[in-house]
């Protein structure tokens, strides 16, 4: 745990300021909104949200962490304990041993999550945020908050849950290799990679990865110069100290990548994803990153030296007046990490 009791890896989102992240609107639909739990119960049912808002409710404080690294701490939330509906459908004992939660969404997006851990945590089938109704955007009105988890399993406009004996993975599970687990304090985020060496070594000799799908990819140290990665999925990619000059990840989605230390010169990230990314201490003169997403992304960070492990050092990445940033783009950065930037920026800037 670090100073202000964040996970590892985990920043502070801009005080007042709540992310979107993943799918921004419900499905739309004529009907009313409902929770149905099926599956592997005695007594299925389902709840209307007037319903629902008729329980008692549960105020819950939880810190939410997201696995691109920002954090908010302290989110007031109201609702009813899963564990409520639950004992009133009945798991049968001998089968129920996993949850689906599936929303109402265009890609019916769902996540998962072992029935008796749910219990455990807490979990909270939320309406209400900080005493009001939780907005659409940030999955209202019915909402899935699972303590202690990364907010990926908090799901959004939940619709339906599926009481089963085998998992069923979830959307960013099965898709996007985002950890099963995903304990924020072990840093469980990606499953790792199972790419063939000899796959990998055709796709390094010929320096292209554009168009690959390559999940937490390691390739520290590497010399790389004029990489191609175009259109490329490189999720929680380690490209640390590598040489990249002119490379080209033009709107390649790098979420959570690791670049420091890496000698970015003249690259191309025009588009890209670098949610999470980590430049600290990169080179990036003459880079282009315009156009690119970088919500929790940190340039600066406090780094620890190998030979004493106690001496804090100071690594920054390096920018130039060619570097293109969208100045926008710094609104998306925690506050230190904006500043950070600002200050680097102008310092560049013609007189
Ligand atoms: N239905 C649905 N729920 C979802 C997602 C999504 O894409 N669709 N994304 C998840 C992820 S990755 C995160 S970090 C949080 C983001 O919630 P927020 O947009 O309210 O910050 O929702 C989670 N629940
Ligand atoms: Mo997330």
Redesign the pocket.
Known sequence: MNAMGLPPGQQLAAPGK???????V?RESERPWQLRIFGLVDRPREWTLEALRNRHQTEMIVD?H???RWSRLQMRFRGIPLQELLDEVGPLPAEAAFLSLV???E?S???SLRLDEAVQLRTLVALEHDGQP??I???GPI??IVPGK?????????EQIDVLSQDRLG??EAECG?HNEADPWREQRYIVSSIPRHRLRELLAGLDFSGQNLLSLELRSHKLDGLRCVDAVLRNADFRDCSLRGADFSRANLTNTRFAGADLREAVFDHADLEGCDFSGADLRGSNLGGASLFGASFTSDATTESDGLTARRLSAVFDRSTVIDRLALEQLVPSQAQFLADALSSNSPP
């Open positions: 709540w992310p979107l992240v993943g799918e921004r419900p939410i997201c696995v691109t929303a109402r969404s890609r997006h769902s996540t939780i907005g955007e940030h999955g909402r899935v990364y907010f990926y399993k908090s799901l959004k406009w939940l959307y960013w985002y």
